[in-house]
């Protein structure tokens, strides 16, 4: 038997700001947007040209999903982004607006830079070393 992790959700306020930060942003393909029975949306996001896991972007419903928003790892680093190219990735994110938190640095595990996104969830920005 294959096992593998294919979406994760990330509650968001909107799904029309996330995708356009998602997509437009951090350059993820939109996979899917299928309109629902209940007026919610299925939207999921993936890196351009990934093949692992996807986001499935959730709009939130009620007070503990909106407040989940912005924070759903409680503070830590929550979202891991690698890349084959650190230099070409932060340029880009830097010029599409995306706020980092520190400057890039070298670590014995790659190049990395944690960066939020406009809800405020913590992500590395790494390349892996070797």
Same mark, same amino acid.
């Given at each position: 038997?294959?096992?593998?992790?294919?979406?994760?959700?990330?509650?968001?306020?909107?799904?029309?700001?996330?995708?356009?930060?998602?997509?437009?942003?951090?350059?993820?393909?939109?996979?899917?947007?299928?309109?629902?029975?209940?007026?919610?949306?299925?939207?999921?996001?993936?890196?351009?040209?990934?093949?692992?896991?996807?986001?499935?972007?959730?709009? &939130?419903? /009620?007070? %503990?999903?909106?407040?989940?928003?912005?924070?759903? @790892?409680? *503070?830590? $680093?929550?979202? #891991?982004?690698?890349?084959?190219?650190?230099?070409?990735?932060?340029?880009?994110?830097? &010029?599409? /607006?995306? %706020?980092?938190?520190?400057?890039?640095?070298?670590? @014995?595990? *790659?190049? $990395?830079?944690? #960066?939020?996104?406009?809800?405020?969830?913590?992500?590395?920005?790494?390349?892996?070393?070797?």
């Amino acid at each position: 038997m294959t096992r593998r992790i294919a979406l994760v959700t990330l509650v968001v306020p909107d799904y029309d700001r996330a995708i356009a930060f998602y997509c437009g942003a951090l350059r993820f393909d939109l996979v899917e947007d299928t309109q629902l029975p209940d007026g919610k949306r299925w939207v999921v996001v993936r890196p351009n040209g990934g093949e692992g896991p996807g986001l499935l972007l959730a709009q &939130a419903s /009620g007070e %503990r999903q909106q407040a989940a928003i912005g924070n759903q @790892a409680g *503070g830590r $680093v929550g979202f #891991f982004l690698h890349t084959d190219d650190f230099e070409r990735d932060f340029a880009s994110f830097v &010029a599409a /607006g995306v %706020r980092f938190l520190e400057q890039p640095r070298t670590e @014995a595990y *790659g190049k $990395v830079a944690v #960066f939020e996104d406009v809800f405020g969830n913590t992500w590395d920005l790494l390349q892996p070393a070797g």
